[in-house]
């Protein structure tokens, strides 16, 4: 009895990466000569970083860089031998053009769009459809409400929370409500009937 071991006990983001060609991320990195006088840190490296980054939700090149470190023992998974510096890492943001990154998702999305779900809302449900987001925008204690529960040691953040309702039909904010931050979105659903 056979069976398939090809994502057993492999990281997500390795699991991610064979679906994108090495052999296309050359050939795509000649044509911007994204490699040129590179010895090490290539586009496809750059290209996993920038994937780990985005899993991990970093924000800088030192936390980048720290998790990279962290999860040395993991880079052989990845196809890298090394943890970039982060000089190196700095030097290729600047240097490496933004382009070579958007034709390597588009020949991904290219080679894989046939497996992507092809059900499409009616243009009756988009008419009807809204989406709704909030965002909490931390103030001051004295300012507005504090936001969550009442600490053990009794200092609260104060909050706003931005709730924003988008008519999905024409991608432009269609209500926008401030609150505290400590009230829920399900408030606002209330007025959905009177959307339409």
Partial sequence: MS????????PILSQLLMYIDKGNIRKTAAKHQADRYVKKFTTYNHLVVMLFIAFEGYHSIREAVLGLLANAHKLPHLGMSYVVRRSTFSE?????????FGDIY???????ASFLADSRLSDTDIKRLYIMDSTTITLLKDI????????????????????????????????IRYSEAVRHDHTFLKRGSSFT
């Fill in 144 to 175: 507005l409400k504090g936001v969550g529960r009442n600490p053990i040691e009794g200092k609260k953040k104060g909050g706003i929370k931005a709730h924003t309702i988008i008519k999905a039909e024409e991608n432009v904010p269609h209500l």
């Fill in 106 to 112: 588009m020949s991904v999305y290219r080679k894989h």
């Fill in 3 to 10: 069976k398939s071991t090809n994502f057993t006990g492999q």
């Fill in 92 to 100: 290729a943001n600047e240097r490496r053009s933004s382009k070579v």
